[in-house]
Nanobody, 116 residues
Framework: QVQLVESGGGLVQPGGSLRLSCAAS????????MSWYRQAPENEREWVAS????????SYADSVKGRFSISRDNGKNTVYLQMNSLKPEVTGVYYC?????????WGQGTQVTVSS
């Protein structure tokens, strides 16, 4: 069964940090480009960051560049999103996404709330 399961979300104060994880199973994780997306209430889902299948290349949305870091461990079939210097505007549900060619996978999402 193909699965992407996110974890690590929660409530954090502005300026704090969180590390999200996404555990994959049921497909060849090491062949997939992995990404994180965010969806704030009443907003469309937006791209946050991506990492190549080997982990050699990462890219970020301008809004998180310098504060967020995406990484992966192909031996553990897991992708991570380290989020630092968190701001209230990054509150939302964070989704893990995997893509190989026309094949796509989505996780169920994990809630991140940045609030004092």
């Amino acid at each position: 069964q193909v699965q992407l399961v996110e974890s690590g979300g929660g409530l954090v104060q502005p300026g704090g940090s969180l590390r999200l994880s996404c555990a994959a199973s049921g497909f060849t994780f090491s062949s997939y480009v992995m990404s994180w997306y965010r969806q704030a209430p009443e907003n469309e889902r937006e791209w946050v960051a991506s990492i190549s299948s080997t982990g050699g290349t990462a890219s970020y949305a301008d809004s998180v560049k310098g504060r967020f870091s995406i990484s992966r461990d192909n031996g553990k079939n897991t992708v991570y999103l380290q989020m630092n210097s968190l701001k209230p505007e990054v509150t939302g549900v964070y989704y893990c996404h995997g893509r190989e060619g026309f094949s796509q996978r989505w996780g169920q999402g994990t809630q991140v709330t940045v609030s004092s």
